[in-house]
């Protein structure tokens, strides 16, 4: 399937984009996490073809960082009894 890493290529631009836009709401924690993500699956792909586990790695991270894209961290701020 010839068309699949391009594809895979514009998805995780798309994704980064639409992180990077929200980096003045909360600030670049998630689009510094998930561009390791994404380094790591493209790394995966053309370099580790073999071993899967860098592309679960990277699935990861752009996980966590779509996670912390979404969380408002007002909520967990800690308050004085």
Sequence with gaps: ???LLPVLMVMLALHLF???K???EK???PVSIS???A???VISRYYVLENPTLSYLG???MV???FLNTRSFQNFKFQKN
């Design 27 to 29: 600030g670049y924690l």
């Design 35 to 37: 561009l390791v993500g």
């Design 59 to 61: 699935l990861a991270a």
């Design 1 to 3: 399937m010839p068309w």
């Design 18 to 20: 639409f992180l990077f």
């Design 22 to 24: 929200k980096v003045s």
């Design 64 to 66: 966590v960082g779509s």
């Design 39 to 41: 380094l790591c699956i």
